[in-house]
């Protein structure tokens, strides 16, 4: 009975029959702990899967917030951008248009496709062109190196050059700069209608001074001379008082004269604006005991009265703030042409003004206006102790007469 013996061997506990059930159950334990792990692992996976989902759904949801609140913020800077109520621009660092408002359209009639990703130079009157290119490379270098608020004109779509004042800056981490402009054109044809009458209301006491009153000064200086004369041989006395009623009507005539070249200075002598600044600077020199002195290496013709007119009240500002608040012992005044650009300087060896650009006395301003009227170019340079330059250039084009 073999079977028999067999089982009967294993039921007595035959050694390699148990060490085959006892490796079965190890093996089967060792696969049931791989695949626990293995699903550990997975769970965890799972586990962390599902946070980083939550956050990346927090994420979106705050960057949804983020374009949402952009996107206001961007229709309500637009808004304001297209609403300002001026012309107003952006302005690339090539000196393109890349954004515009209608109010810049309908202000020089250009289209936006006329405009847009067009130079600016191309709107600017000729004569102002090299003086905003400057100013454009300058701020870009460092945004205080140009003027914040200026005057210039544009050429509009007709052809016809508008005075604008403008404002500009640069956008803080771009090379952007954006301008808003305001049209003067009116308001600079009323100054100039205003300053017409009052510089012909001047010129006309000018002349009443100088043909009216002086004339009849001049007569009494005959007559009082005439006295004199003939009170000589018959009281001495009294020809001595009448010489002198006749010297105080002779200094009369010299103060009135005076008073009239100032009134109407560039109409009551024959070379006009350079005569007249030959007179100041001799005045100035006679009066103050001031070294002052006029140079013009040649003749300059300058043709509208009221260019030279408003030139030579610049000077004589200037003179005047050289002496009052310079405290200058020397003033030098020099009218120069090159190459069509005329330019009037009047250089002074006072103690300088400390800020330049706080310089905003009621004489500064109305030189700074007259300077304006004449589409002139005004610059005050000076330091502490170094004396001042005021300059004012102008294109002698603008005088030509027609």
Known sequence: MPQM????????????????????????????????????????????????????????SKYKIIEKELSRSEEFYRTLFNNSGTATIVIEKDTTISMMNSDFSNFTGYSRDEIINHSWTLYVAEDDVERLLSYHA???????????????????KDGNHLHVYMTI??????????????????????????????????????????????????GLDVMTKVLSDRLLPVSRENALYAGKINRLVKEAIDKTRRLARGLCPVHLTSLGLESSLENLAASTSSIFNTACHFRCPRHIPIHDNTLATHLYYIAKESVHNALEHGKASEIIIELLNKKGTVSLSILDNGCGIKDTAKAAGIGMRIMQYR?????????????????????????????SRK
Not at 11 to 20: A, D, E, I, L
Not at 138 to 156: Q, S, V
Not at 372 to 399: H, V
């Open 5 to 60: 013996t067999a089982l009967t061997a294993a039921g007595n506990g035959s050694f390699p029959v148990k060490r085959w059930f006892f490796s079965r159950n190890v093996q089967e334990n060792e696969t049931m702990t791989q695949k626990d792990r293995n699903t550990q692992k997975l769970i965890l996976a799972l586990q962390n899967a599902r946070r980083e989902i939550r956050k990346l759904r927090s994420q979106a």
């Open 138 to 156: 300058a701020r870009r270098e460092d945004p205080m190196a140009a003027p914040r608020n200026y005057e210039f004109k544009i050429r509009n």
């Open 169 to 218: 800056a640069m956008i803080p981490g771009t090379t952007q700069s954006i301008a808003s402009m305001v049209d003067m054109t009116a308001i600079k044809k009323l100054e100039k209608e205003v300053l017409d009458i009052s510089e012909r209301e001047r010129q006309k006491i000018g002349y009443d001074l100088h043909d009216d009153l002086g004339q009849h000064l001049i």
């Open 371 to 399: 300077a304006r009227m004449i589409g002139a170019m005004l610059r005050i340079k000076s330091e502490p102790g170094g004396g001042t330059l005021i300059s004012c250039a102008f294109n002698l084009k603008k005088d």
